[in-house]
T-cell receptor, first 109, second 112 residues
Framework: GQNIDQPTEMTATEGAIVQINCTYQ??????LFWYQQHAGEAPTFLSY??LDGLEEKGRFSSFLSRSKGYSYLLLKELQMKDSASYLC??????????WGAGTKLIIKP | NAGVTQTPKFRILKIGQSMTLQCTQD?????MYWYRQDPGMGLKLIYY???????DKGEVPNGYNVSRSTTEDFPLRLELAAPSQTSVYFC???????????FGEGSRLTVL
């Protein structure tokens, strides 16, 4: 079956750096997405990786290794507003989007 | 730009009742989706559409129906509501296959 694994919950300190990992086993690969979802709100797009390597966008970076079925989202200079769930999702060979359960990130002052 | 608009935001149904969740997008996107999100689980695809007049089942279609008469609208119909349909429902759209999804604010449905 197809599966995406992410840690359920992580805690970090304001101003620090945190890395959220995502591993996937899917039938083929056509891109990986990271979304941010604040409690009670809709997911919003953060990043997209289709080739191996690091994509940087301000305080957020996303890394992909297709050979290892692995990605991570790196958040720098953490702010309280970064407290949210982070969802990893992968397009398989049929462009079906497979979602992870999300990682709840708690930021402490 | 309104983006993706869903109504209602909250609804309580009794077992056996029916209702329609409305979804409208003003971005001229061909692809539209309905997901449900349950605590501790990833988003599950209920139905999707690749254009007006074309719909297809997703991972968890039982108990639901959709229609796509226009590019803008993609309503989700719940027939004979059951407690298992208690969930948060999200409508989403994308410009083309494989691109990022834009989500509506969600509809929280409780079936008692």
């Amino acid at each position: 079956g197809q599966n995406i694994d992410q840690p359920t919950e992580m805690t970090a300190t304001e101003g620090a750096i945190v890395q959220i990992n995502c591993t996937y086993q899917t039938s083929g690969f056509n891109g990986l997405f990271w979304y941010q979802q604040h409690a009670g709100e809709a997911p919003t797009f953060l990043s997209y990786n289709v080739l191996d390597g690091l994509e940087e966008k301000g305080r957020f970076s996303s890394f992909l290794s297709r050979s290892k079925g692995y990605s991570y989202l790196l958040l720098k200079e953490l702010q309280m507003k970064d407290s949210a769930s982070y969802l990893c999702a992968v397009f398989d060979s049929n462009y079906q989007l497979i979602w992870g359960a999300g990682t709840k990130l708690i930021i402490k002052p | 730009n309104a983006g993706v608009t869903q109504t209602p935001k909250f609804r309580i149904l009794k077992i056996g009742q029916s209702m329609t969740l409305q979804c409208t997008q003003d971005m001229n996107h061909n692809y539209m989706y309905w997901y449900r999100q349950d605590p501790g689980m990833g988003l599950k695809l209920i139905y999707y559409s690749v254009g007006a007049g074309i719909t297809d089942k997703g991972e968890v279609p039982n108990g639901y129906n959709v229609s796509r008469s226009t590019t803008e609208d993609f309503p989700l119909r719940l027939e004979l509501a059951a407690p298992s349909q208690t969930s948060v429902y999200f409508c989403a759209s994308s410009r083309q296959e494989g691109r990022e999804l834009f989500f509506g604010e969600g509809s929280r449905l409780t079936v008692l």
